[in-house]
């Protein structure tokens, strides 16, 4: 009887739900980093600036990259990421947002919630 290889890549999703309370402060921090790229187009960089003065979860997307949640867990490369951010309505009553119990894992490391929030 043989063994089924398993594949060695893995596909991590992960959800985020963010409160701008700084709108400033980020879209700086995203200019900031516009212009620290010194490998992006001079056309691409004016595109980049617009986007991100005119749409927060633009700002967003600028600074946060997926490459930063991995880059220090041992075994592993990142071959492929993507991510898009969005505004949203929030309705913290809502069951949608709210965890159940068949949502948690029972191996779950309830440190790693307190580590979140």
Known sequence: MS???TSRFVR?????VLEVDDEDALTKAALRRIADD???PPDERVHAEGSVTEDTAEAVAYLVDPFDLVSEVP???LVQASWSSERIE???DSREWGLD???VDEDFDDEAVNRVG
């Open 38 to 40: 010194s490998t992006m």
């Open 90 to 92: 929030r309705d913290p």
């Open 12 to 16: 991590l999703r992960v959800e985020v």
């Open 101 to 103: 119990d068949d949502d």
């Open 75 to 77: 075994g592993i490369e």
């Open 3 to 5: 063994t089924p290889e």
